[in-house]
């Protein structure tokens, strides 16, 4: 086989994309992906769906997740190949996050409809798949529906960005420390997902000497942490050199992925991002929890 094209991050209506897995794949294999893995936030609903496609398009699948975490106080991913779907701690992070989530959505629902009229329990609940994640990209396609803003960027970038206190709500999720635990406890391999983007990446503060931050990636990889997203539209370039370096001083796994969630979704397609083919290899000799479907 020529290069093969290799996207290890995507999202489906198993957590807050807007495409089924099935749809996910073939969106995946009209932009010539060879190796794709299905990476829903916090559950593993969708892998059986994504195989089954993936065997029917010819493509690798990879079983994967994005877990939602904290790192002094902020949001951060990270994300999991290989795990063991049904480890009883992964299952039980994964649950507290979720269940918290619906208070949550709920609490941002009500505070933003007390200025935007129309945003109401029942309008926002429209857009939510049954079985799928109660997120903040949920209320985005409501307000785009309602015409406050024109897309679901905007929203993000305004009305749910996190540091707007008015209507940001958080909500539980392990410490990345924990997550990173919890990953390799299931035979996984953590990889920290887009981990220096402009506006959710402590790791990134620039209040950090380069010395600092270098010492908490290397505190993360003391745990287990394998791998770092460098290829991210969302990480900035500064990021994505730093990250680069890093990666290299500490052994790391380098993955570029996409992180689509579906048409009207963030503007990217499947393999906007790849991952090296040597880099994959790693990650498919390391994980011991789930198996690749091999094309
Ligand atoms: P939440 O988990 O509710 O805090 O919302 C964050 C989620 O929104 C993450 O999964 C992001 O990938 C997603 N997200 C961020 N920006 C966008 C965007 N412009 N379009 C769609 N999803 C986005
Ligand atoms: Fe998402
Ligand atoms: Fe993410
Ligand atoms: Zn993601």
């Not at 290890?8 to 495409?19: F, R």
């Not at 052994?251 to 503007?267: E, F, Q, R, V």
Request: a negative charge.
């Amino acid at each position: 086989m020529t290069s093969r094209r290799i996207d290890l991050h995507l999202h489906s209506t198993c957590s807050d994309g807007v495409e089924s897995p099935t749809r996910v794949m073939k969106v995946a294999k009209e932009q010539r992906l060879d190796v794709v893995s299905l990476t829903d936030h916090d559950t593993t609903a969708g892998w059986d769906e994504a195989r089954a496609a993936c065997a029917r398009l010819g493509m690798t699948f990879v079983p994967g997740i994005e877990f939602s975490a904290s790192l002094d106080g902020d949001s951060v991913h990270l994300l999991g190949y290989l795990v063991d779907p049904d480890f009883p701690d992964l299952v039980e992070e994964s649950h507290k996050t979720k269940d918290d989530r619906v208070w949550r959505f709920e609490s941002m629902v009500e505070k933003i409809n007390a200025d935007i009229a129309g945003l109401t329990h029942d309008f926002v609940y429209s857009f939510h798949t049954e079985g799928g994640t109660l997120g903040r990209p949920t209320i985005a396609r409501a307000l785009v529906e309602l015409g406050v803003v024109a897309t679901v960027s905007e929203a993000f970038d305004e009305i749910l960005a996190p540091d707007n206190e008015r209507y940001f709500v958080g909500h539980y999720a392990p410490t990345i420390e924990r997550a990173i635990e919890v990953v390799v406890a299931a035979g996984g391999v953590p990889v920290f997902a887009h981990p220096w983007t402009a506006d959710r990446a402590s790791l990134a503060s620039p209040e950090l000497s380069d010395a600092a931050i270098d010492a908490k990636f290397g505190a993360l990889v003391d745990l287990g942490l394998a791998g770092l997203e460098v290829h991210h539209e969302e990480n900035t370039m500064f990021g994505r050199t730093r990250l680069a370096a890093i990666a290299e001083h500490y052994d790391l796994i380098i993955t570029g992925s996409s992180d689509y969630h579906g048409d009207g979704m963030k503007p990217v397609l499947p393999g906007q991002h790849t991952t090296a083919p040597d880099m994959f290899d790693r990650i498919a000799e390391s994980g011991t929890g789930s198996a690749i479907a091999w094309a």
